[in-house]
């Protein structure tokens, strides 16, 4: 079952932690997606792969088959999503958010209309205020690492009605440091959904550092000074 909009948004400022799935092998994704969730990550996003649009269906079965497995225990969504016709094929396979690199409102209003959440990438917060107005659930502040935590910090001052994930060169080292400078979320990919760990079927090692991830989410919003 596709989780509605509203429902999306509500799992995301609880967990706080999209695991982001980029260039892994759609027969993967089934025991990628078991090892997250053991760790208690339950938001995945699976990514396309601009560079080949042949690869877009590794995408989509990827999505498939995460939420054949796992079903509505986890929300699934795509990332990297740059046109309407991925808008579309990532709606029919089953996706509940999309995740975009970039602001583009026309993909904003269709995500809405589709019934997803959409979660453009913005960096400037020209950028973020314009994807908040075009109707973004939460505004991806893209890459992070950039301007790290204390950018995070500065934008939230004047703009603190605007939720922003924090998407780029988080880990579970800084993970905490760019909750408590203002963002609601994360997104976290290769440091997690460790290539190397997935093709030598060490899904534990996986399992374990998304615990390690969710004990620091949970630290934090339970004001546990770290």
Not at 57 to 70: F, M, P, S, V, Y
Not at 191 to 204: G, H
Request: net charge neutral.
């Amino acid at each position: 079952m596709v989780m509605d909009r509203k429902k999306v948004i509500e799992q995301i400022e609880e967990k706080s932690c999209i695991a982001i799935v980029r260039g892994i092998e759609a027969k993967h994704c089934a025991a990628l997606a078991q090892a997250l969730y053991d760790g208690g990550i339950s938001l995945i996003e699976v990514t396309f792969d601009q560079k080949d649009r042949d690869g877009w269906q590794q995408t989509l079965e990827g999505i498939r088959i995460i939420r054949d497995h796992l079903g509505d225990k986890v929300c699934v969504g795509a990332g990297t999503v740059m046109t309407k016709e991925q808008v579309t094929l990532a709606k029919g396979a089953g996706a509940s958010f999309l995740i975009s690199p970039h602001l583009d409102t026309e993909l904003i209003r269709l995500t809405n209309e589709q019934g997803m959440a959409a979660i453009p990438g913005a960096l400037t917060p020209t950028e973020v205020v314009q994807a908040w107005k075009a109707g973004a659930a939460f505004v991806k502040t893209f890459p992070a690492d950039v301007g790290g935590p204390s950018f995070i910090r500065a934008v939230k001052a004047p703009l603190g009605h605007i939720p922003l994930l924090a998407v780029g060169g988080v880990n579970e080292k800084n993970v905490r440091s760019f909750l408590e400078a203002g963002a609601c979320g994360v997104g976290i990919g290769g440091s997690l959904v460790n290539r190397q760990w997935i093709l030598q079927n060490e899904f534990e090692k996986i399992k374990d550092l998304a615990e390690q991830i969710v004990m620091e989410i949970r630290a934090y919003k339970a004001g546990v000074i770290g």
